[in-house]
């Protein structure tokens, strides 16, 4: 039996993985026939010979098996092919292979297509909207604690939907009023804002032509402590994303298919859609060298960092 966990939530996905040996634990309490194999470490014979193997118990084996998709060059050359061939055999045995990849997989990728029909498979996407708030919802039920419905967006401000940093101060909330109900006050004291969603905002500003406001929202990070070479490298991120996404929409793509031909996640895609439209692709390719050039005279010390990122938001 095969499972494949995949997806750009990491959160998510690593939960389920946790569930999943949890379970097993639970049915199989030696623990002895729980294997852990990393692709990028060793070789596709390494993880057969496991297989191969008789338990002592006659129990059944849980093969967790991390990083087939990203791992390229020594031990991990061949894996895939290796993996295709033995497919049939692998989702046949009564042991269970986990295939588990937090990093985003490229769809295309012939392995993945087997995987999505051969195997049991569960993707995460990241989480927004309503999905969101019933996932913050349940955390905080998880923790026995309970959150003010104003208090909601504070706390998602500061999060966003990286549920990593979100899982942590939930926790760290649920400890600080102990039972108490958590109010929006009780966010603003102990939370920041999320940087890479006020970037957001920040580019937002900067595609209405919002100058003062992007401002801003830069020098409120700043004052905050971000470093300027970290803000710098959101603003580029963010701007390739819109770069990708412009691309694929004068190439006639509809919306349906960018995040699946973009490999962005649709979280990323649906942010970014709309903006695309304030600027012409010759506009973002334009912006995307300059930022790399106003990174470079950061770095070589021909200008200082702050007045640099001033200079870029009056010239966009």
């Known amino acids: 039996m095969i499972i494949f966990l995949y997806g750009e939530d990491s959160y998510r996905t690593k939960r389920k993985l946790e569930e999943i040996i949890l379970g097993y634990k639970k049915i199989h309490k030696s623990g002895l026939n729980l294997i852990y194999i990393d692709a990028k470490e060793k070789d596709f014979e390494d993880f057969y010979s496991n297989l191969r193997i008789n338990s002592m118990f006659a129990e059944k084996k849980l093969i967790i098996l991390k990083n087939i998709f990203s791992a390229q060059g020594g031990p991990a050359s061949g894996w895939q092919d290796e993996f295709l061939k033995e497919i049939k055999n692998l989702e046949s045995l009564k042991d269970i292979i986990v295939v588990f990849e937090k990093d985003s997989v490229d769809e295309r990728n012939k392995l993945f297509k087997t995987l999505k029909k051969e195997a049991k498979s569960q993707e995460f996407n990241l989480l927004g909207g309503g999905p969101l708030l019933a996932w913050l919802d349940k955390e905080f039920e998880n923790c026995k604690a309970k959150?003010?419905?104003?208090?909601?967006?504070?706390?998602?401000?500061?999060?966003?939907n990286n549920l990593w940093l979100a899982g942590n101060e939930i926790k760290k909330m649920a400890d600080y009023k102990a039972g108490k109900m958590i109010k929006k006050e009780d966010i603003e004291l102990l939370m920041r804002p999320n940087t890479e969603s006020d970037i957001f905002k920040t580019i937002d500003a900067i595609a209405l032509k919002n100058k003062k406001q992007a401002l801003i929202f830069l020098h409120k990070h700043i004052d905050n402590g971000d470093n300027?070479?970290?803000?710098?490298?959101?603003?580029?991120?963010q701007f390739r994303n819109l770069l990708i996404i412009k691309e694929l929409i004068e190439k006639g793509n509809p919306y349906g298919n960018i995040a699946k031909k973009s490999g962005l996640g649709p979280f990323v895609v649906q942010k970014s859609y709309y903006l695309c439209n304030q600027f012409s692709l010759p506009q973002l390719k334009k912006i995307y060298q300059k930022i790399f050039l106003i990174d470079f005279n950061i770095k070589t010390g021909r200008i200082d960092a702050e007045t640099a990122l001033d200079l870029l938001v009056f010239e966009i």
């Open 228 to 237: 300027v070479l970290y803000l710098l490298s959101m603003i580029a991120y």
């Open 147 to 160: 959150i003010d419905p104003m208090a909601k967006n504070a706390f998602l401000n500061c999060t966003g």
